[in-house]
């Protein structure tokens, strides 16, 4: 007994601790139950743990190397301290926040995304939209540089089109566009992360309410679904009694700007048209209407001047409102009934509508 307690004494002096048949280093001030002291740990105890210059310890769960990655470091690449300061440690990997307590707000985050992603998304768009669809946008300037704006417009049977549109949003206005999406595609499995990364809400009156509060644009198709699978090449609006959009405006006080599509439907076409399609849809909620095309034909996006907001109308006479302008979109620039081949053959005569009707 003498001798293996003279053992432990002396493991315990030397710093060493016995487990079972292994041996393990162990500080003398720790084995008495004492916090370690900086100047005993010497340069440093772990990958993870500051530099000697660090006077003040660490907040539990966080390193220097933590520190280092997610920027949390003072304007000038150390952390807050109160000690003298040997060395600096390197340059924080992103821009440091002005203040510890305060991190990125969501639109200065798009801000520092959007210097990486426009070069990609304008080469996506040349080879993509200007290649295969010469697809060209009117009314860019009515989108405003800053504030909200509530984006309304007509739902094609793949909306194609709308996604060329957020990334001329992107790569002209270097803003980023909200989007409200069917529930159904947030009922996909591994489609919900997709879209919530791209910044697409299920639609709840809330949640627009506070995208556009919060200074984004949004973009909603009334028509959502319906619009997309039973709409053809006579380009009806399956709006049907729908207002919820019209209050969203009127709840944030924001403009409302209608957008349209010329030979949207030429595109890319869908059979929802025919009866078993569509009980489907109406008796299960089935979208499954197959759809063909992907005809290179010309795309040219209308944007129609902005209805600004009126504190004297309701939400249905605002929702009629904007139902007229679309449909005045449409008449003014779409030939009904589309055609295919007309449409392939404006890649390369360029004259709209109103241009064609005065010759």
Known sequence: ????AHERDTANASGWESQGKNRVRV??????????????????????????????PQPPGRCFAHDLVLGQLSPHGRVARTGPIATSPPTPLYPAPTSHDAPLTESQWDTKCMRGTRPRL???????????????????EKIPNRGPALIVYYHGAIPIDYYYFLSSVIIQKG???????????????GFKLLLEVFSVIHGPQEECVRALKNGHL??????GVREALFSDETYLLFWGKRKGF??????????????????????????????????????????????????????????????????????????????????????KHQQIPGSILRALFERFYTKHKGQQHQN
């Open 27 to 56: 500080h003398p001030a720790a084995v008495r139950g004492s916090e370690v002291p900086r100047t005993q740990r010497g340069a440093r105890s772990s990958r993870c743990e500051a530099p000697n210059d660090i006077s003040e």
């Open 1 to 4: 007994m003498g001798h293996e």
């Open 122 to 140: 304008k080469v996506r768009r040349v080879v993509r939209s200007e290649m295969l669809f010469c697809y060209e946008i009117h009314g860019m």
């Open 218 to 223: 949004l973009g909603i198709s009334p028509g």
């Open 246 to 331: 019209a209050q969203v405006a009127i709840d944030s006080q924001v403009p409302i700007i209608p957008m349209f599509t010329q030979n949207l439907r030429e595109g890319f076409r869908s059979l929802g048209t025919l009866r078993l399609f569509r009980w489907l849809y109406e008796r299960f909620r089935l979208p499954v209407a197959p759809v063909y095309g992907g005809f290179p034909v010309k795309f040219r996006t209308f944007l129609g001047d902005p209805i600004p907001y009126d504190p004297n109308i309701n939400a249905a006479e605002l929702a009629e409102k904007v139902q007229q302008a679309v449909q005045s979109l449409i008449d």
């Open 175 to 189: 803003r980023t566009c909200h989007s409200v999406a069917d529930h159904f595609l947030f009922k996909i499995p």
